[in-house]
Each structure stands twice: as structure tokens, then as C-alpha cells.
């Protein structure tokens, strides 16, 4: 049978292998037989339900056939095939082999919408909200933090950096692919493609002065920032957190330290855990010399590289991606205050559920840290080191959600959202919608920060009342 082959309306049944045995399905309501690809898994959703694939831009559940029959394991092995089913929402039915179509069988044909009404969220809202306004914050809680000066931290080089949050306009992977650029200097990498354009790329270390090494694809990342009318992607080692931080925890540089020997310059230090962690803060304004900067300008006069900045960019569509196993998820990043590294160790909560992992001393505030791992039932231990805590606070409730590390903050625009799928579970409440950012073929969950606040405040209180 042929990839991708339409069963037209009244052909009779699809016969599949299902558990060993042969099905019927209905060829009136198949749509497409298709090959299998990576899933992306949704957290707490039924058993039945596998994850979530990009097919042709639609996000479409796959729910395992062999489970909803009462057979345990999924099928798996070079002939498995996904039935797409001609319906709305589609789903696609994951099974062993495809056998046949034909008019012809003692098979009786599955009803498959009984089948289907168990994994179907009953009186399910419609999920109206894609980003989290700072409006949904109390006025009380969203005080101190507008107060604070948010930044994104990066490591180059093993040393910290950071720029001003309102400097980045996202912060995304390393490309496998880069047109170098003849005759260019050392701190020019070349260039990649990025949203219609072309996005020149610098070197951090270079610019910085610091040894040059040959970056990390799986953990490098570019930060796209402003530099005049245009737009210039730095390629940093890692990317660390976003930090708000208290003005006066700033200190200008020293002036014996601006005699450094690269191009880019700290615009300030901060003083971070007590002035046991330093963090130089740039400036895009101080990242290259004199006449470079003079050669940005003119170009983006003329309309030539450096990629111009996008106008009207939404600052509500921009997304804090983190990463639990290897699933990735995204927040609003209008919900978060802030990322901070783990500390390793929280103040233990006596009686507290599983979920809560402790306590998280936070400039003197004691903040509530959920372990996302345990919330979303993903297998496995977290990661000894490198963890992150994403601090978000919601009218009036401020929890720090612990996860395996934030990897991008990409602003993903209303063309990429899909609603979340309707065969959720208990997770329908979580998502909001289901991101494919630039095409590509992952799916990244968009994690709705008041459904999840809601969620783990409910719990709390259904934990206390049943607390001896």
C-alpha cells in the first residue's frame, strides 16, 4: 500500500495487525496511512494517548490502537504505520502493520467511537489564553517585581554574562548549517537563517578576548539582540538564566578591567549571592569597536546586512522554553519573574506532598519549588547538576517550578500556535496550545502558568485537609 494513499468514502475496511491479530477499520473513516515519526509526549494523558507529531502543520494526538483494545504494549518495528482518521479533531491510530484495503472480509469493522469517547476531556473549555498578561499578576506582588532589572544570563568561556532582558529578542539553538563569511575577522562566525533573513553571527569569546574554542552545538546558543536598526546573533556557550536583580546590586567596572583585550566592553558588574557570583553585564552599544559600530549603522541606512529588526514585534509572544527529559515545554514569559540556577538543597517542608520539592530562599523570600518532574510523570531522575527553577508569581502566588534546564526564549509567532488537543486528560487544563516554531518538526507544549498555579494550589490545599 502506498504512503500516504487516501481511502475513498465507502471502499470498505482498512485491515490492520493490532496485538498479533487482525482489525477492521472502516475505510470511510481513514483520511491517510502514514509512517511514524518522533512524538512529542503530553504529560498526564491518558495511557492510550502516545504524544503528539507536526503533520503538515497540524498537530495531531496518536493514540495507541493496541492499548484502547485492552492489549498492553504499543506496537513498534519497521512496519508500524499511523491511520489518520478522517475526523475533526483528527487523530491518528498507531498499529503494527497495515495488511490491506479491500471490500471483502469476515472482519467486523471497529466502532471506533466508543473507542475514542474515553480519551475525549468532557465539558473541556476552550483554551482562550495563548500568553499570560502581567495584568494577571495582584498589584502587590507585581510591584517588586517591575522594581527589578531583568537580565539574561549566559556563560562564555566559564565566565557569566549577561545582557538586559529588553536587549534580547530571543535566544534560540546553533544551526547545523553556517555561511561563512569570506575575508571577515576572526569574531564574524558568518551567518544563518532567521525569520526570512539572513542573521549575521559573532563570537562572544572573540569579542570578549577569551580563549576561542569550538562551541558545543547541543549546548551553545545564539542571543539575537539589537545593535542600531539591525539585528546580530552572539553565540554564547550556554545559556544560564533570567535574572531580576535590584539596581543596586550593579557596580560600574573598573576602569583597569575596560583595558581588556577584546572589542566588547561590561557595561556593569553585578553582584549576585552575596558577591559570591559576579555577572558582567553588556551593553549592545559596547560589543564592538568604534568603526564597527560605524559600519552597522551605515549598512542598516542602506538597507543591507545586518538583518533589519522586525517591526511590531510582539513582546507577548515570546516563550521561556525549559526541558523536562527530553520533552520540551514553554511559559509566557510575561508570567515569569525570573530563572535561577538549583541550589542543590531546599528547606524541606514537613507533611509537604511529594510534589513540593522545599523551600527556596529568594533575596529573603521563601518561595514554594514544585518538582515538575513528579507533576508531569516524567520517568527517570533529574539531572545531579545544572537544574533550573522557573519563579513565576500569579495573582498573588509565587511557586518556582523546578525543571532539568531552560534551553531558549524564543518569541514564537500566532502562526505557529495550535490549540492544544482535545485528548488530554487531566492535562487538558495545563496546555494552552502547541508551538512549531519556524516549521520545524518538533512540538513544544505552551504551558498555561494560571492553570498550572491553579493546579498545584488546589492540590496543596487537598493535601493539608487530608493531613493528620
Do not use: W
Not at 534551553?407 to 505557529?416: F, G, K, Q, R
Amino acid at each position: 500500500m502506498a504512503e500516504q494513499q487516501r481511502a475513498a468514502s465507502g471502499a470498505g475496511v482498512l485491515v490492520c495487525r493490532v496485538g498479533g491479530a487482525e482489525v477492521a477499520v472502516p475505510a470511510a473513516q481513514v483520511a491517510e496511512v502514514i509512517r511514524p515519526r518522533p512524538l512529542t509526549r503530553v504529560p498526564l494523558a491518558p495511557a492510550a494517548l502516545l504524544g503528539v507529531i507536526n503533520l503538515r502543520g497540524v498537530v495531531l494526538p496518536v493514540v495507541s490502537l493496541a492499548h484502547l483494545l485492552g492489549h498492553e504494549a504499543a506496537a513498534s518495528g519497521t512496519s508500524v504505520r499511523i491511520v489518520v482518521l478522517a475526523q475533526v479533531p483528527a487523530v491518528g491510530l498507531l498499529v503494527e502493520a497495515v495488511a490491506s484495503l479491500t471490500a471483502a472480509t469476515d472482519l467486523v469493522p471497529l466502532d471506533l467511537v466508543p473507542l475514542l469517547a474515553g480519551l475525549q476531556t468532557a465539558g473541556r473549555p476552550p483554551q482562550a489564553r495563548v500568553a499570560a498578561s502581567p495584568a494577571a499578576a495582584s498589584p502587590a506582588a507585581a510591584a517588586p517585581v517591575a522594581a527589578l532589572l531583568a537580565l539574561v544570563a549566559f556563560s562564555v568561556a566559564g565566565q557569566d554574562y549577561a545582557l538586559p532582558l529588553d536587549k534580547v529578542v530571543e535566544v534560540t539553538r546553533l544551526p547545523a548549517a553556517i555561511a561563512a563569511a569570506p575575508r571577515a575577522d576572526a569574531a564574524m562566525l558568518g551567518a544563518m537563517a532567521f525569520r526570512g533573513g539572513l542573521l549575521p553571527l559573532a563570537s562572544l569569546r572573540v569579542l570578549l578576548g577569551l580563549p576561542a574554542a569550538v562551541a558545543d552545538a547541543a549546548q551553545a546558543r545564539i542571543v539575537v539582540t539589537r545593535i542600531g536598526g539591525a539585528l546580530v546573533g552572539l553565540v554564547a556557550d550556554r545559556l544560564q538564566a533570567i535574572l531580576r536583580v535590584e539596581e543596586g546590586t550593579l557596580d560600574p567596572v573598573p576602569p583597569l578591567l575596560t583595558r581588556a583585550a577584546g572589542e566588547a566592553r561590561a557595561a556593569a558588574i553585578c553582584r549576585l549571592e552575596g558577591g559570591r557570583r559576579l555577572v558582567s553585564v553588556l551593553s549592545p552599544a559596547q560589543l564592538f569597536d568604534t568603526a564597527t559600530m560605524a559600519r552597522f549603522a551605515a549598512e542598516s541606512g542602506q538597507g543591507a546586512q545586518p538583518m533589519p529588526v522586525p517591526e511590531h514585534r510582539d513582546a507577548g509572544a515570546h516563550y521561556v522554553i525549559f526541558r523536562l527529559a527530553e520533552e520540551h515545554y514553554g511559559l509566557p514569559i510575561a508570567a515569569v519573574d525570573e530563572v535561577v540556577r538549583h541550589p542543590g538543597n531546599l528547606a524541606r517542608v514537613p507533611r509537604a506532598p511529594a510534589f513540593v520539592a522545599g523551600l527556596l530562599n529568594l533575596r529573603g523570600r521563601a518561595v514554594p519549588v514544585v518538582d515538575q518532574r513528579h507533576r508531569f510523570a516524567v520517568p527517570g531522575q533529574a539531572p545531579a547538576r545544572g537544574g533550573r527553577i522557573i519563579v513565576v508569581t500569579l495573582r498573588g502566588l509565587q511557586a518556582g517550578f523546578a525543571v532539568d534546564a531552560v534551553t531558549d526564549v524564543l518569541a514564537i509567532p500566532a502562526a505557529a500556535l495550535q490549540p492544544a488537543p482535545a485528548l488530554a486528560a487531566d492535562a487538558g487544563g495545563s496546555f494552552s496550545h502547541v508551538a512549531s516554531p519556524d516549521g520545524d518538526a518538533r512540538l513544544i507544549l505552551l504551558v498555561d502558568p494560571q492553570a498550572l498555579l491553579d493546579k498545584v494550589e488546589r492540590d496543596l490545599l487537598a493535601a493539608l485537609a487530608e493531613a493528620p
